[in-house]
């Protein structure tokens, strides 16, 4: 069992940064791949970014490769989601999620465990 808190949100302007943090409760955080994915109203929830269980790969969707970058913290169960140069259209509630997986996955269906979400919004 993995709870996952997410911090970090808020509300910025275009252009600006964040990092979004992901905190795992238990002792095997390293035995989960872990991902990030936002959801806009009215859209469905998408992938965003996903690191493999030792940080050594990374994937991200195609709009945010370049100005988003994850990385993982196995001493300090955590994951984080660095964003740069925001745009309006990033605007969303950014979702942590993990699963005991062996290799990253874009579908949300894959992941088992999930955070409650923080909002990101950006102004233009």
């Known amino acids: 069992q993995v709870q996952l808190v997410e911090s970090g949100g808020g509300l910025v302007q275009a252009g600006d940064s964040l990092r979004l943090s992901c905190a795992a409760s238990?002792?095997?955080?390293?035995?989960?791949?872990m991902a990030w994915f936002r959801q806009a109203p009215g859209k469905e929830r998408e992938f965003v970014a996903g690191?493999?269980?030792?940080?050594?790969?990374?994937y991200y969707r195609d709009s945010v490769e370049g100005r988003f970058t994850i990385s993982r913290d196995n001493a300090k169960n955590t994951v984080y989601l660095q964003m740069n140069s925001l745009k309006f259209e990033d605007t969303a509630v950014y979702y942590c999620?993990?699963?005991?997986?062996?290799?990253?996955?874009?579908?949300?269906?894959?992941?088992?465990?999930w955070g409650q979400g923080t909002q990101v919004t950006v102004s233009s």
């Open positions: 238990g002792r095997t955080f390293s035995s989960y791949v």
């Open positions: 999620a993990a699963d005991p997986r062996i290799v990253v996955a874009v579908t949300p269906m894959e992941y088992k465990y």
């Open positions: 690191i493999s269980r030792g940080g050594g790969s990374t």
